[in-house]
């Protein structure tokens, strides 16, 4: 029950996101690829909200993920052992919004 409750309340928020990112997408999903990167517990809510992108907005967001993905962080922690935080969180992401999501071009985020 939780969780359908949790969906519900996210519907006027998704919405609200869709329509700001209508016009120009990028900027919105920088700050929301960010934000799940530092912030593991947010990705199920931004996947929902996803539902309502455009077109657009998937190649938008497969863009703002190659983007971070090539920034030149490091991506194994200090340790030489374990994968950094970021890179553990983006991957998790990807992984929600492509089993979601089939207007993800998962062949580009793949090549890379």
């Given at each position: 029950k939780d969780t359908k409750d949790n969906k519900d309340a996210l519907k006027p928020h998704g919405r609200l996101l869709a329509k700001i990112g209508a016009g120009n997408p990028i900027p919105m999903l920088e700050v929301l690829v960010n934000q799940?990167?530092?912030?593991?517990?947010?990705?199920?809510?931004?996947?929902?909200?996803?539902?309502?992108?455009?077109?657009?907005?998937?190649?938008?967001?497969?863009?703002?993920?190659?983007?971070?993905?090539?920034?030149?962080?490091?991506?194994?922690?200090?340790?030489?052992t374990n994968i950094s935080d970021w890179l553990q969180n983006l991957a998790k992401f990807i992984g929600a919004v492509c089993r979601k999501y089939q207007e993800v071009e998962i062949s580009a985020l793949a090549q890379y």
């Open positions: 799940v990167e530092a912030y593991s517990n947010m990705t199920n809510c931004i996947v929902e909200s996803f539902k309502y992108l455009t077109p657009l907005g998937f190649d938008a967001l497969t863009f703002v993920i190659l983007v971070n993905l090539s920034k030149g962080r490091d991506k194994v922690k200090e340790d030489g």
